[in-house]
């Protein structure tokens, strides 16, 4: 029978046992049953598993027959999150990751004035545990972005730990925490948020006992979130699995024992996992998959020992066989065990119900024979050569490759123009897949050992005497023929058939251990860019610092400042944030995020800055959008020598503000009601909750009128709050009037506080009239509350009870005169006399002029 007959006879044998499997306990869904003697199902199961045994086929004829036998594609890592308890259950073996199976999520919480501002994701990543801690994640993607999570800052409410990549501003908006599978209790965090949900809530038997799972928190940003939900993909420390290196009482040396799985150790050897399925996959003593009750001595300690040795063996600085895969609980466990052998070039035989696993490379031949060696009165066969229609010379694969994101990747190209050359130049590929690898440079060495292995053609079956009764499937065994024109040639053993009379039928197929090799070159993989891609942060062009003065209404100095400047015609700038600091020690001493970027893009600080003092300035521009942008350096710069910036050194400067403030208080005299509404719109408070109570007294007669009024004003809104109280009195007797006021006004804003107390007289005529009036006040000057007192008046007098009065000042034609002095000691630099015609100075040096 040829052996696509084989095949699709195996195939429909397949197809009919889902119905005869049952009398036997489903022989196909339970590895037992592969492995137990007799039965037809079993027999079937056995043939799908060593059919490469059987007609001796490379390891490229085993990927087919392993494909072909399959009831289901290969499922290959889980990129996007599955949802429904329609979803079986699924574990992961080694070195895998998977986007998981939602189990619960929520939103909840406020954050800038955006209600439900946190979603909160819990995924189930394995229904069996990883024992590995709260930090046993070993890697994760979120959409394109490869995470960097920050495991020394854990937020204090139990959400779990903040993805650096995730950080704007100095502000977080993304956490995940994992769980091992060891929790026996509700998770608090998710107790804590949702326990009391009116709907849904997540309640106290929710432990996931046994189960890995993360769970993912986001805060609502646009930006990074413009797909919506985060959906992510996780690795997991590998699980712990049952290596019987290390059990003394399983031939090994060490503390591990297959009934206690606290004693096992986290593992990603593929053999290892082919001995972990076969035997049977379990938690807490329940049977889970794989394997159910396969006793020990069935998978013999010595040839399992070599295979899983032969996994870890060091190969060019790496593990010659590591992998993983995620497993669905439903899944045919012989499917799983295909998977994995593929990934270690694994060979299973199995002799009267033993079953031993071969890795990589043929060990040492352990038995020699010749041309008189074989009993040659027996019939034999020989197979030299396929058809070209039955070879491949070229392997192409994909595999799950970690560094994108564990989507499948091509690996490069297995070939050699001398294969190709000999065929005709025909291209004769195999498609390889590799589900249980992650590793470019081990699917590489796998693809060229294929490759090689399916050039050795050769197959013999010959009769060999008792002294080769030992000999099993996966022993090599060394061959010299003159007939042939071998020399020690080395053969691995497919099948031994016992004859009558001790003899051996025996199927051998040619090897060559150099096939095992690595590839002389391994091509890294190349992975283009998968993140977002974003513009890069936007750097401060054209920023300059220099010293300037602030100047008073009459272009005079008033105090020192610093001039900025920022280059024009940027797109998408709203603002230019600005920072001062002292040289000295580096501390700020301004920040405004609040500069409008307009012409002529250059501007004056206005704030409270000493003279002659070094300072140093940076800027950053504030975009419209939510983009990136970058801080200039910074830059020095000395302050002018313009007086002191805590004082008012031009006196001049008072005396137009005071001058200014007593216009406006007077011009109120005799008007209450737009005194309230110059008070409205002097601090913008429209739409501001407003109270107000007022009482009028008032007599006229004919030409004579006279009043008295008050007027109390409350204001508030979220900026600023405002009290006033102002009391008045008038009198009018044809054009002749006399009045007065007294207000007391109080404020407090984002600018600064304010109070002020005056008492203010005016009288006269319609045409010439005489004021007077005193102020004290405490105002807010560039961040800073100063204080001052103002008097308007032409006299300014002293008395006592006893009736006496001096008059020293006196203020005429806007100078302030000293009137009477009788002064001790007086303490000058300079003294000016006679209009200066006498000057002393500093030096007491007397100067005369004419």
């Excluded at 965090?189 to 009116?198: E, I, Q, Y």
């Amino acid at each position: 029978m040829g052996l696509r007959s084989l095949l699709a006879l195996l195939i429909l044998l397949l197809a009919a046992t889902s119905a005869t499997a049952a009398p036997v306990g489903g022989a196909i869904a339970a590895i037992a049953g592969f492995f137990s003697a007799g039965g037809v199902a079993a027999f079937l199961v056995k043939t799908a598993f060593v059919i490469a045994v059987n007609v001796g086929m490379g390891l490229i004829q085993q990927a087919r027959a392993g494909k072909a036998a399959r009831k289901r594609e290969p499922i290959g890592v889980t990129l996007s999150v599955q949802m429904g308890d329609t979803q079986p259950r699924t574990y992961l073996l080694g070195t895998y990751a998977t986007a998981g199976r939602r189990i619960y999520i929520g939103t909840w919480g406020s954050a800038d004035n955006t209600p439900n501002a946190y979603v909160t994701d819990v995924i189930e990543l394995s229904c069996l545990p990883s024992n590995a801690g709260p930090q046993g994640l070993q890697s994760a993607w979120i959409g394109d972005v490869q995470c960097t999570i920050l495991w020394n800052e854990p937020h204090p409410d139990g959400r779990g730990f903040p993805v650096q990549q995730f950080r704007r501003g100095g502000t977080d908006y993304l956490w995940l925490k994992y769980l091992d599978g060891s929790q026996v209790a509700a998770d608090p965090f998710l107790m804590a948020v949702f326990g009391g949900h009116a709907e849904r809530p997540f309640k106290s038997s929710m432990v996931g006992r046994g189960c890995q799972a993360v769970i993912l928190t986001a805060r609502f940003n646009q930006d990074l979130f413009q797909q919506g939900l985060p959906q992510g993909v996780y690795q997991p420390t590998p699980m712990p699995l049952y290596d019987l290196r290390q059990d003394s009482t399983n031939g090994g040396s060490g503390a591990q024992r297959w009934t206690n799985s606290g004693t096992w150790a986290s593992s990603d050897n593929l053999a290892t996992m082919i001995y972990n399925v076969a035997r049977g996959i379990y938690y807490d003593g329940r049977w889970l998959h794989g394997g159910r009750n396969f006793p020990q001595h069935r998978l013999p300690a010595s040839s399992w020992i070599a295979a899983l040795n032969e996994a870890d063996r060091l190969l060019g600085g790496r593990r010659q066989f590591r992998g993983g895969l995620e497993v669905p609980v439903d899944q045919e466990p012989l499917e799983t065990i295909e998977d994995l052998r593929l990934g270690c070039a694994g060979r299973l035989a199995e002799v009267g119900g033993i079953i031993k696993l071969l890795v990589g490379a043929p060990a040492a031949a352990v038995y020699s024979f010749d041309d008189s060696g074989i009993v040659v009165t027996s019939e034999q066969d020989f197979q030299p050569f396929p058809s070209i229609s039955s070879t491949y010379n070229t392997a192409t694969a994909v595999y799950p490759e970690p560094l994108q994101r564990w989507t499948y990747k091509d690996a490069p190209e297995k070939s050699s123009p001398a294969l190709v050359a000999r065929d005709g130049g025909q291209r004769l590929p195999i498609d390889l897949r590799f589900d249980a690898v992650p590793f470019s440079d081990q699917v590489q060495s796998l693809m060229k050992t294929m490759i090689d292995e399916e050039q050795r053609w050769r197959v013999h079956e010959v009769v060999l005497p008792p002294s080769a009764s030992a000999l099993e499937p996966n022993d090599v065994v060394s061959w010299s023929s003159e007939r042939n024109s071998y020399s020690n040639k080395k053969f691995l053993i497919v099948r031994s058939t016992r004859l009558r009379g001790s003899l051996h039928r025996t199927l051998i197929k040619e090897l060559d251990p150099s096939d095992y090799d690595p590839p002389e070159i391994i091509t890294p993989p190349v992975v283009g860019w998968l993140g977002p891609i974003l513009p890069p942060p936007q750097p401060m062009f054209g920023w300059q610092v220099e010293p300037d003065v602030l100047r008073d209404a009459d272009g005079n100095p008033w105090r020192p400042t610093i001039r900025i400047s920022a280059a024009p015609d940027q797109d998408d700038v709203q603002f230019v944030w600005v920072q001062v600091r002292l040289a000295a020690d580096q501390s700020i001493v301004f920040e405004s995020t609040s500069t409008p970027y307009a012409p002529p893009y250059s501007w004056l600080i206005n704030a409270v800055f000493k003279g002659s003092t070094d300072y140093e300035a940076r800027g950053r521009f504030t975009p419209y959008t939510r983009r990136e942008t970058e801080w200039s350096d910074w830059m020095p710069v000395r302050t002018p020598n313009v007086g002191d910036g805590d004082l008012i050194a031009d006196l001049s400067k008072i005396g137009a503000d005071v001058k200014a403030i007593f216009t406006k208080l007077y011009s109120e005299i005799g008007d209450l009601r737009s005194s309230l509404e110059r008070l409205l719109t002097d601090h913008q408070l429209e739409g501001a909750v407003t109270e107000t109570q007022r009482r009028r007294v008032e007599v006229a007669v004919e030409n004579a009128r006279a009043f008295f009024e008050e007027e109390i004003v409350v204001i508030a809104d979220d900026l600023a709050a405002i009290a006033s109280q102002t009391t008045e009195i008038g009198t009018q007797l044809n054009e002749r009037f006399a009045g007065g006021m007294v207000k007391f006004e109080a404020v407090a804003s984002p600018a600064g506080v304010d109070v002020s107390y005056a008492i203010l007289l005016k009288a006269g005529s319609t045409g010439a009239f005489m004021t007077t009036g005193m102020l004290l006040q405490l105002y807010t000057q560039a961040g800073v509350v100063k204080s001052r007192i103002a008097f308007d008046t032409q006299q300014f007098v002293v008395t006592d009870t006893a009736g006496n009065a001096s008059s020293p000042l006196v203020f005429e034609n806007g100078q302030l005169k000293l009137n009477v002095a009788n002064i001790g000691l007086v303490n000058s630099a300079i003294i000016s006399l006679g209009g200066g015609r006498v000057r002393i100075d500093e030096n007491g040096i007397v100067v005369r002029s004419s």
